[in-house]
């Protein structure tokens, strides 16, 4: 339902909804014929090649726009992860995905628990109260993903290793040749205290 109602050049559009004769609910959206962006990271991976930072900073940047037009209209994606971020054939971002999505009102907290543990902030794996500055970390995750090729977070066998990681913001330093400025806009996404991530970004 949430989707429906966005418009915007970043994310898929909904063109609209069939039920057939067996009461089979379908969507009818936007085609991305770029696959999304964990089909990116696998492929540079694969070829141990390094995403070129101009890249990074233009899907980044495309991400943001979308993110702040969601948090503008108080609607908290909750999923932000390489496989629902799409791009299509212009190599233009495409954020999807909205099943998770919540739209509690721009200035209003939520504690339901959903989402991909490898990429949830701090204070959703700890059960507290979390708004659009979740997705900010979601979205650290991310970026740092597409610099290094790996996520920040992994590693744990358990749930409770993971937990404990993000909790206390135990990753690993982007060693590689990415800049000082897209490190440090990924370690301030990263910043294990809410009110940091606050402070430190905004991408209005």
């Given at each position: 339902d949430i989707l429906k109602t966005l418009n915007h050049p970043h994310i898929v559009q909904f063109y609209g909804h069939f039920v057939d004769a067996e009461g089979l609910?379908?969507?009818?959206?936007?085609?991305?014929?770029?696959?999304?962006l964990s089909?990116?990271?696998?492929?540079?991976?694969?070829?141990?090649?390094?995403?070129?930072e101009i890249t990074i900073w233009n899907y980044f940047e495309q991400i943001t726009d979308a993110l702040s037009y969601c948090h503008g209209t108080g609607i908290i994606h909750r999923d932000i992860k390489p496989e629902n971020v799409f791009l299509n054939g212009y190599n233009k971002v495409k954020l999807g995905d909205f099943g998770l999505s919540k739209g509690p009102g721009k200035h209003q907290l939520t504690m339901a628990f959903a989402g991909t543990p490898q990429y949830m902030s701090p204070e959703r794996l700890q059960g507290n109260q979390y708004d659009e500055r979740s997705d900010i970390w979601s979205l650290g995750?991310?970026?740092?993903?597409?610099?290094?090729?790996?996520?920040?977070?992994?590693?744990?066998?358990?749930?409770?290793?993971?937990?404990n990681m993000i909790i206390n913001g135990q990753f690993a330093p982007?060693?590689?040749?990415?800049?000082?400025?897209?490190?440090?806009?990924i370690n301030q996404m990263l910043c294990k205290d809410v009110s940091g991530v606050s402070n430190n970004i905004n991408i209005s």
């Open positions: 609910y379908s969507l009818y959206m936007e085609f991305c014929e770029g696959g999304d089909e990116v990271i696998k492929q540079f991976y694969e070829r141990s090649e390094r995403i070129d995750c991310l970026t740092y993903e597409l610099c290094t090729l790996r996520q920040p977070f992994e590693g744990p066998k358990t749930m409770n290793q993971l937990r982007i060693s590689n040749g990415c800049s000082l400025s897209l490190k440090t806009i």
